[in-house]
T-cell receptor, first 110, second 112 residues
Framework: RKEVEQDPGPFNVPEGATVAFNCTYSNSASQSFFWYRQDCRKEPKLLMSVYSSGNEDGRFTAQLNRASQYISLLIRDSKLSDSATYLCVPTGTGRRALTFGSGTRLQVQP | ETGVTQTPRHLVMGMTNKKSLKCEQHLGHNAMYWYKQSAKKPLELMFVYSLEERVENNSVPSRFSPECPNSSHLFLHLHTLQPEDSALYLC???????????FGPGTRLTVT
């Protein structure tokens, strides 16, 4: 099983729609999780950190289900500028660094 | 944004050249990373430095040689590269090697 699995998409949604992505992870010892967004040919940028059951920041909500080992990202009222690839990142254990998923691509259409 | 800077932003080199990529972080972090991202591929972790000690080296060919002289600077020395090494090379830093990572803008490398 891959350490991090994400549906690559693309998810094509109209402006104003609500869209959700899921991410499953294999390391049950992961304590923290991050969502990054990456625009085409640019560096990943931190979107949200999740240390407990979830986090909310404006239109973005992340929820963590430790029992099932998945984390979701919900985007409400999608904007054209939300078009990007969203990377799910659980922390490693011991001295291992973060493991980046391959991402889910979102395309918001006018 | 000047948290993590990388130079050069673009680099074209021949297979016999030697060049170095530079990364500098101004965030007071103690861990730094090199990643490779080929076109339409996920990030591949290359090297991790924590407190200036290399703690991960993910089977990277010896033609890539990292150097971390202090906690703010990271270099990637390149020599006798292959065309398949053409990619975006990203540097990142974090406080502790399990914290949020902040990325530089990357160096887009083309090997001819």
């Amino acid at each position: 099983r891959k350490e991090v699995e994400q549906d690559p998409g693309p998810f094509n949604v109209p402006e104003g729609a609500t869209v959700a992505f899921n991410c499953t992870y294999s390391n049950s010892a992961s304590q923290s999780f991050f969502w990054y967004r990456q625009d085409c040919r640019k560096e990943p940028k931190l979107l949200m950190s999740v240390y407990s059951s979830g986090n909310e920041d404006g239109r973005f909500t992340a929820q963590l289900n430790r029992a099932s080992q998945y984390i979701s990202l919900l985007i409400r009222d999608s904007k054209l500028s939300d078009s990007a690839t969203y990377l799910c990142v659980p922390t490693g254990t011991g001295r291992r660094a973060l493991t980046f998923g391959s991402g889910t691509r979102l395309q918001v259409q006018p | 944004e000047t948290g993590v800077t990388q130079t050069p932003r673009h680099l074209v080199m021949g297979m016999t050249n030697k060049k170095s990529l530079k990364c500098e972080q101004h965030l007071g972090h103690n861990a730094m990373y090199w990643y490779k991202q080929s076109a339409k591929k996920p990030l591949e972790l290359m090297f991790v430095y924590s407190l200036e000690e290399r703690v991960e080296n993910n089977s990277v060919p010896s033609r890539f040689s990292p150097e971390c002289p202090n906690s703010s600077h990271l270099f990637l020395h390149l020599h006798t590269l292959q065309p398949e090494d053409s990619a975006l090379y990203l540097c990142a830093s974090s406080q502790d090697n399990r914290g949020e990572q902040y990325f530089g803008p990357g160096t887009r490398l083309t090997v001819t």
